[in-house]
């Protein structure tokens, strides 16, 4: 912590913003089949929405650990 609100916050957002990058990334590996394949090539609705609220719970999570 630094005596400037400022910095501090950026330095929290960039923190969080590695630690989101990771757990996803993490949840990307452990997945049963191959998440973007799905999305992108396939149009799967079904999996758009599990990786968006992944990224939503992954990311409420965070920031409630850093308030």
């Known amino acids: 912590m630094t005596e400037f609100p400022?910095?501090?916050?950026l330095i929290?957002?960039?923190l969080a913003i590695l630690v989101f990058i990771a757990a996803?990334?993490?949840?990307i590996?452990?997945?049963p089949f191959n998440l973007w394949k799905e999305i992108v090539?396939?149009?799967?609705v079904?999996?758009?929405i599990?990786?968006?609220?992944v990224a939503l719970g992954?990311?409420?999570?965070?920031?409630a650990t850093m308030h």
Do not use: D, Y
Not at 50 to 53: N, W
């Open 41 to 44: 090539q396939e149009r799967n």
């Open 24 to 27: 996803f990334s993490i949840v």
């Open 46 to 48: 079904a999996a758009a």
């Open 58 to 63: 992954l990311c409420w999570i965070i920031a």
């Open 29 to 31: 590996k452990l997945a």
């Open 50 to 53: 599990l990786a968006g609220a």
């Open 12 to 14: 929290f957002a960039g």
């Open 6 to 9: 400022l910095l501090n916050a």
